[in-house]
């Protein structure tokens, strides 16, 4: 088990880009989606994949249990899961020292760009970077599970990227 203590911030231009790592290509869903716990399924770059439980306990902290699990697993579990399937490239940049993780979305949520950071403490203070924009830390309308829930246009199942 792992605390998660996490900042999260829209991105408002691309300047970041120009020290970004090439990314991973992240899918996830989830089983579980509640108000102060979730459990989440994701694969990364169509190799790998994850089982995540996350139970929140502030409203920066959350403690985190994270498993990998065979690829094809994850691939059958996305059939049993809640909402859409979530899409999104991750990036990392690092800045004054500082490892940003920045989400380019893809599919419904093409155009929301969120960078977030994690922390030691909650009480830690980190410079901004330029391309940084307004905080969402704890703007649960932000959060990948709220973002799983959206609601789709008939007839589309929110699943049709998964092979």
Not at 24 to 31: E, K
């Amino acid at each position: 088990m792992a605390i998660e203590i996490e900042r999260k911030y829209l991105v408002k231009d691309k300047r970041w880009r120009k020290y970004a790592s090439n990314g991973s290509t992240l899918r996830q869903a989830y089983l579980l989606a509640a108000a102060q716990r979730s459990v989440r399924v994701r694969t990364i770059d169509d190799l790998r994949a994850t089982l995540t439980v996350k139970v929140r306990l502030g409203p920066l902290r959350r403690e985190e249990f994270q498993y990998e699990i065979p690829y094809a697993d994850a691939l059958q579990i996305f059939r049993h899961c809640v909402g859409v399937v979530v899409e999104k490239t991750r990036h990392e940049v690092v800045d004054a020292g500082q490892r940003w993780e920045i989400d380019v979305y893809h599919g419904i949520h093409q155009g929301l760009t969120v960078a977030e950071i994690e922390l030691q403490s909650e009480s830690d203070l980190f410079p901004r970077p330029v391309w940084l924009g307004i905080e969402i830390t704890g703007e649960f309308r932000y959060s990948n599970q709220v973002l799983a829930m959206a609601r789709l246009a008939p007839g589309q199942s929110g699943r049709e990227t998964i092979s």
